[in-house]
């Protein structure tokens, strides 16, 4: 389930600006730890949003993006009121959706 | 052999001084890269989502009594918690101590919750314990964001607080003769590209203290107050100070009471 | 479009024409996305494996794409990175750091309803080209920046 994300979702002259935090440790598969082993990958590998419902972005992602993503996007539309969700899917098939009113 | 070698000594430090010459111009430029990186950094901080969690631990009832920190009292009155941070390390009535967020946390863990603090204090930083109390640290200090501070020195124990802060910042011990002022003691210098504030100065002394806690970039970690002190002592290679005893509550205090009168802007991020 | 398989996307705008989007889109939405995940492209070493994994050939520099960055970061662990595309008709906006061990960091799809401008923070090791490839119309577009690192951000 991971940790709720912070979203932020504001309409200006006719574009909305979506800016999430995802809490995700996005290891990269690479790193060992104290005892020598290999810490496994494990990073959020897929994220959409909805705006009001109707999927408006999808993105996959690699290892390489930085723990505790950032996110920032824009959608054509939008006003204040409207709803936009974004969901996260990890390797591991871990999942997560929050939801934010646009200001 | 003695001349030829002060010729050769003089050649090499004039192509120092010419190649520290390029290197200043270079630094400038550096320095106006990570100014910008910066910068990008501060929209979306990710110390954000530690404050969602310190609210949520807050209000979230917890041990023996099954109870929130709700009525916990920073300072303020009893569950103030807007303000309450730019206003700490403080004198308290009820323990005859000067405390500052965290110490003042585990006071109201113990007497509201009924938790025996002693595993949060003796857990290792990054543990789960920890973990809660940066994260409460944080929320607490998110709601202080834009507010002055304001610490008092003005009674006693605080003063003698502050004294002891004093002391312990110039205070030089360990294998390498180190103290905060070491690196803390004057103005313009800094370790690679980490300025070093010079924490005795007004200036100097905000710029620490008003921006931690702090999301750690490079850790991806969120380190409070505590948290940061305790790692000066490891790099003054001195044994590591218990999590809110006097020694790091005075250097708080001196912090924080020499900055007095500049803005919070907590939660910070850092590289 | 329509020559291609069935992909995801296409698949859910059909489940979602037939109205069942709430019935099959939650149950089945993970599963499909693991499926569909490029590991081709991720698994890329460097920018020309990626972007042959990506189907990206004949690239080219163009005004019209843009990378917004810092010249220098002060921790690879955490760079941020905005990719802006002004060619008309673009589908597609990938991230690709040349030195990473996983070159390609994200893969946009940007469709209808979204503005070709995306934000977000990457991993570097080392101080490398960082390119943001644009695909419009079934052509491929590219600009490059170099971002020096001042601490690797793999290592921790």
Same mark, same amino acid.
């Given at each position: 389930?991971?940790?709720?994300? #912070?979203?932020?979702?504001? %309409?200006?002259? $006719?574009?909305?600006?979506? /800016? ?8 990269? &598969? ?23 419902? #109707?999927?408006?972005?999808? %993105?996959?992602? $690699?290892?390489?993006?930085? /723990? ?8 054509? &539309? ?26 | ?39 990008a ?231 | ?66 990378i917004l960055a810092s ?8 760079v941020p990175v905005q990719a ?11 991230i690709?750091v ?7 960091a994200a ?11 995306v934000t977000t923070r990457i991993?570097m ?5 960082v390119?943001v ?12 920046k170099?971002i ?9």
């Open positions: 389930m991971g940790n709720p994300m #912070k979203i932020r979702a504001a %309409a200006k002259d $006719g574009i909305t600006e979506v /800016k999430v935090l995802m809490s995700h440790e996005m290891e990269t &598969g690479l790193r060992k730890d104290a005892s020598g082993n290999t810490i496994p990958a494990w990073f959020i590998a897929e994220i959409s949003a909805k705006l009001n419902g #109707k999927q408006v972005m999808t %993105a996959q992602w $690699g290892p390489s993006i930085s /723990k505790n993503p950032f996110l920032s996007f824009k959608i054509k &539309g939008g006003k204040a009121g409207d709803k936009v969700a974004v969901t996260w899917v990890d390797n591991k098939g871990d999942t997560r959706t929050d939801e934010a009113s646009v200001t | 052999m003695t001349r030829r070698f002060a010729v050769g000594l003089a050649t090499c430090l004039a192509a120092a001084g010419l190649v520290a010459g390029a290197a200043r111009a270079e630094g400038d430029k550096t320095i106006e890269g990570i100014e910008a990186y910066r910068e950094l501060k929209d979306g901080n990710p110390a954000e989502l530690f404050e969602a969690q310190g609210e949520e631990l807050w209000k979230k009832k917890a041990g023996p009594k099954n109870a929130s920190l709700e009525t916990c009292d920073l300072g303020m009155g009893p569950g103030v918690v807007k303000g309450a941070y730019a206003h700490l390390p403080r004198w308290f009535k009820d323990t005859d101590k000067v405390q500052d967020a965290e110490s003042r946390v585990l006071t109201c863990m113990t007497a509201i919750q009924g938790i025996d603090v002693s595993k949060y204090v003796a857990a290792k930083w990054g543990s789960p314990e920890k973990d809660e109390l940066n994260a409460i640290a944080t929320w607490i200090s998110g709601m202080s964001k834009g507010d002055k501070v304001a610490v008092s020195t003005a009674h006693p124990k605080e003063r003698q607080m502050f004294e002891l802060g004093k002391r312990m910042f110039y205070y030089a011990a360990g294998p390498h003769d180190f103290s905060c002022s070491t690196c803390h003691g004057q103005e313009g210098v800094r370790i690679r590209l980490q300025d070093l504030p010079y924490i005795a100065s007004p200036k100097g002394a905000a710029a620490g203290w008003t921006s931690w806690p702090a999301y750690r970039v490079s850790s991806g970690q969120m380190w409070g107050m505590q948290w940061r002190l305790a790692d000066c002592f490891r790099q003054q290679r001195f044994p590591e100070p218990i999590y809110g005893s006097d020694v790091t509550v005075a250097l708080s205090m001196f912090m924080a009471a020499t900055s007095n009168g500049a803005t919070m802007n907590t939660p910070g991020i850092k590289r | 479009m329509t020559s291609q398989p069935l992909n995801r996307r296409g698949f859910l705008t059909r489940v979602a024409a037939l109205g069942l989007t709430t019935a099959l889109g939650t149950t089945l939405a993970p599963h499909l996305a693991r499926a569909e995940w490029n590991k081709a492209a991720f698994d890329g070493k460097s920018t020309a494996d990626a972007m042959k994994a990506l189907g990206a050939s004949g690239t080219a520099d163009s005004a019209d794409v843009q010249d220098i970061a002060e921790n690879g662990a955490v802006v595309s002004k060619v008309p008709g673009t589908t597609r906006i990938a690709l040349d030195k990473n061990p996983s070159t390609l893969l946009f799809d940007v469709g209808p309803d979204m503005v070709a401008d991993k090791g080392q101080t490398s080209n390119t490839l644009v695909e419009a119309g079934g052509k491929y577009f590219t600009a490059t170099e020096k690192v001042t601490l690797g951000g793999c290592g921790g």
